[in-house]
C-alpha cells in the first residue's frame, strides 16, 4: 500500500471521490496528516469510521518513532528516530533563553565519509521521504513545546546525510514545514547546510529558493580540505567558489560558511587569510564551530589561543565571525554518534 503522506491533496480528493465520498474531506485528511500529527486513520476524529477504514485499507501512515531519547546537562535534547525500516536517523534540539534550534537529518547514512564526521562511518542507506523529513521536524517542534513551553524557532538541514544529494524530497520537506498547510514557519527561519555540491547549489538558485544556505567549508586550502572532505575532489574550491556567487548574486542573500576549527590541522593564521580570500567573491558570515570530539578521533579542539588569534585576523578584515560553541557533549551530540552506539 501507498504512504498515504506521498499524496497531494488532488490525489486524495480523487480517492474520495471514487469512494462516493465528497472531495472536500481531503482538506480535513491533508490537515490531519501534516498540522495536527495524526500518528494512526483512528486519530482523524471528525472523519467517519466508513472513510477511516477505507483508508486504513488503501494507504499506510508510517510515522517515526523515538528509539532513544538523552537529555544533556546543557538542556540540549539528542533523539534517535526509528523509521517503518527500522532504520534509525537524529535530530537534535538546541534550545536558548527563549528559542530552540533543531538540527535534522535528511539521509539515513551518509556517503560523503568526511573524515571528521561520525555519520561518514555509517556509510550510505538511502533518502528520507519528504515525509520522514517533515515527521521529524513536527515531532521536534512538540517536544520543544512539551518540554520548554515553546516551539522552534530555527531549522537547520545539517544532522545526518548531505541534503542536495537528496534534493527532490529536501525540497518537497521545506514546502511542506513552510507551507500554512504544513507547520508554517517563515523561510528565513530554516537553513539547508551542503558539504559543497556546485551544480545543486546554482539550482538552488535557479529554483529561487527562498530559505538559508550554509556552506561546510572547513578549510580553504585545496589539499586540506581534500583530506577533510573527498567530496573535495570532485566539486574543487574554485568551482564551489564559482557556485556559491552564482547563488549569492541571483538571489541577493549572504551565504554562512561553516568552519570547523580543528587542532593544528586548519586553525593557523595563514589558514585564516586562505578563508578570507576565498569569502571576497561573495556576501558571506563565517561560523566558527568547536568540533564535539568523537570516539577515536584523531582530531582536537583547537586551543582559545589559536582560536583567538584565528578570529582575531578574520575580524580584521571586517568579516562576519560567530563562534558557535559544541553543545551536548555528554550525550553524543555530534552528528551519527548515537546512532553509531545504536547499531
Not at 490531519?32 to 477504514?53: E, I, Q
Not at 513545546?145 to 530555527?154: D, K, M, Q, V, W
Not at 542573500?253 to 587569510?273: F, G, P
Request: net charge positive; charged share 25%.
Amino acid at each position: 500500500m501507498i504512504d498515504i503522506k506521498s499524496q497531494t491533496k488532488a490525489e486524495i480528493e480523487a480517492f474520495l471521490l471514487s469512494k462516493g465520498e465528497q472531495k472536500f474531506r481531503a482538506g480535513q485528511i491533508y490537515e490531519w496528516l501534516w498540522k495536527k500529527g495524526a500518528k494512526s486513520f483512528d486519530d482523524m476524529s471528525n472523519l467517519s469510521k466508513t472513510m477511516r477504514t477505507a483508508l486504513a485499507e488503501n494507504f499506510t501512515l508510517q510515522i517515526p518513532t523515538i528509539d532513544t531519547k538523552l537529555v544533556s546537562s546543557d538542556k540540549t535534547i539528542k533523539i534517535a528516530f526509528k523509521l517503518s525500516d527500522d532504520s534509525l536517523i537524529e535530530g537534535v534540539i538546541i534550545p536558548s533563553t527563549d528559542r530552540s534550534t533543531a538540527c535534522i537529518s535528511s539521509q539515513v547514512g551518509c556517503a560523503l565519509k568526511c573524515s571528521f564526521c561520525a555519520t561518514g562511518t555509517l556509510g550510505y542507506k538511502r533518502n528520507l521521504t519528504a515525509a520522514e523529513i517533515y515527521d521529524q521536524t513536527f515531532m521536534l517542534n512538540q517536544l520543544s513545546i512539551e518540554t520548554f513551553g515553546y516551539g522552534l524557532s530555527n531549522i537547520v538541514m545539517m544532522g545526518m546525510g548531505e541534503p542536495l544529494q537528496n534534493y527532490k524530497n529536501v525540497m518537497e520537506a521545506i514546502a511542506n514545514i513552510t507551507s500554512s498547510d504544513g507547520m508554517g514557519m517563515s523561510p528565513q527561519r530554516l537553513t539547508l547546510s551542503t558539504a559543497g555540491l556546485a551544480p545543486q547549489i546554482k539550482q538552488l538558485a535557479d529554483d529561487g529558493f527562498k530559505c538559508n544556505l550554509a556552506v561546510s567549508l572547513h578549510s580553504a586550502d585545496e589539499a586540506a580540505r581534500s583530506k577533510l572532505m573527498m567530496i573535495n575532489t570532485a566539486h574543487t574550491l574554485d568551482s564551489l567558489r564559482e557556485a556559491i556567487s552564482y547563488f549569492s548574486k541571483k538571489t541577493g542573500s549572504r551565504v554562512t560558511m561553516e568552519y570547523l576549527i580543528l587542532n593544528d590541522i586548519n586553525d593557523s593564521v595563514e589558514d585564516a587569510q586562505k578563508l578570507a580570500i576565498f569569502c571576497r567573491a561573495f556576501p558571506s558570515k563565517i561560523n566558527i564551530i568547536e568540533y564535539n570530539q568523537t570516539d577515536n578521533s584523531p582530531f582536537k579542539t583547537t586551543s582559545p589561543d589559536r582560536l583567538k588569534k584565528f578570529v582575531s585576523f578574520l575580524e580584521s578584515k571586517n568579516m562576519i565571525v560567530n563562534i558557535r560553541a559544541s553543545k551536548g557533549k555528554d550525550i553524543d551530540a555530534a552528528c551519527g554518534q548515537l546512532v553509531n552506539k545504536r547499531k
